[in-house]
């Protein structure tokens, strides 16, 4: 069960300067498999996984769940968010009870270095922000992401603490909701 158990999902589409977050529809299925076979984005979480593996499991509708938003640019799909509970056994809590909500987003090659996911990710934590008042999000991510680390700060998210986690150094670090 995630905090988002109780948000009617999916929200209204957000729309930001340049893009639009929504939850998932059919026609995003190729974009999912994109991005999961992909081995420029595979490469900080685990690697890429095999087109045809992806395309045999994938749903029609992949990604339909709370917690998970599409990154639409000019009406197709360029990433996804996720705002998901932290699994208590893995390191890097903010809380003894564990139960923290974690900023997850991976964005297609062709689309980095243009601000997309900081874009994306600030009107997602503002939807959080409003949706579960006084919320902190965390974030982990290998320190060799440095485009990742850099999008971390730049979001608000400030350094926790760091630990080894499959294989690599982890930066784990939270955000507080603005005082309002």
Known sequence: MTKLDHVAWPPAPIKTERLVLRGSEARDRAAFIELFASPEVGTYIGGARPRDELERTRPDVPGRRPGLFVIELDGS??????L?????ERPGHIRPDAGETELGY?????????GYAAEACAAALDWFADALPGEPVVLCTQTANERSMRVAVKLGFTEVERFEEYDAEQWFGVRYPPSR
């Open 106 to 114: 991976l964005i297609l090659p062709q689309a980095w270095g243009r």
């Open 84 to 88: 998901d509970q932290r699994d208590a």
């Open 77 to 82: 799909m360029i990433g996804m968010i996720t």
